[in-house]
T-cell receptor, first 111, second 113 residues
């Protein structure tokens, strides 16, 4: 069974600080997605990474896919209260339709 | 990305009744949709894979006779929670897969009293 270990599960920091969320597995994924979810809403896709070592930037968010395609990280620079939410990583294996989800990271940015 | 809608967005029902939730892919023909449930402050749990024109594939531990899935067209899948109980209260979300990515509906909050 493939598993994605996401850490930390909870993070509360002050506005302006930087943070990194990690997503690790012993399995290789053909692609990995990061989602953000607000309370009472469905997750919204932030980014998809497919190539080992790939780095993608979305404003203050930087996503990296590990060289071996077993892990990924999300780094937020100068966090703002609007970044508060549940961040989920999800991986897809080659040929598999299903996504494997991490446990999620509940991020709170305090003004 | 694909645009996915769900109806209703929230529903309250009495214990023992059945509730149907609709998931529509508005701009994408989806041969496969996925149904998840999410308990408060937890991650998503895959319940089943809905296949257009054939039977759904259920994850281990999910009762197929309780959670009936019908995928009659390329744009619509329905999940019916039969004989609902309070422990079925949850947030139900459907997704459509396009390439590597899955696009989520807005979710349906079910409360069983």
């Amino acid at each position: 069974t493939q598993l994605l270990e996401q850490s930390p599960q909870f993070l509360s920091i002050q506005e302006g600080e930087n943070l990194t969320v990690y997503c690790n597995s012993s399995s290789v994924f053909s692609s990995l997605q990061w989602y953000r979810q607000e309370p009472g809403e469905g997750p919204v896709l932030l980014v998809t990474v497919v190539t080992g070592g790939e780095v993608k930037k979305l404003k203050r968010l930087t996503f990296q896919f590990g060289d071996a395609r077993k892990d990924s990280s999300l780094h937020i620079t100068a966090a703002q209260p609007g970044d508060t939410g549940l961040y989920l990583c999800a991986g897809a294996s080659q040929g598999a339709q299903k996504l494997v989800f991490g446990q999620g990271t509940r991020l709170t940015i305090n003004p | 990305g694909a645009v996915v809608s769900q109806h209703p967005s929230w529903v309250i029902c009495k214990s023992g009744t059945s509730v149907k939730i609709e998931c529509r892919s508005l701009d994408f023909q989806a041969t496969t949709m996925f149904w998840y449930r999410q308990f408060p402050k937890q991650s998503l749990m895959l319940m089943a894979t809905s296949n257009e024109g054939s039977k759904a594939t259920y994850e281990q531990g999910v009762e197929k006779d309780k959670f009936l899935i019908n995928h009659a067209s390329l744009t619509l899948s329905t999940l019916t929670v039969t004989s609902a109980h309070p422990e079925d209260s949850s947030f139900y979300i459907c997704t459509v897969r396009s390439g590597h990515e899955q696009y989520f509906g807005p979710g349906t909050r079910l409360t069983v009293t």
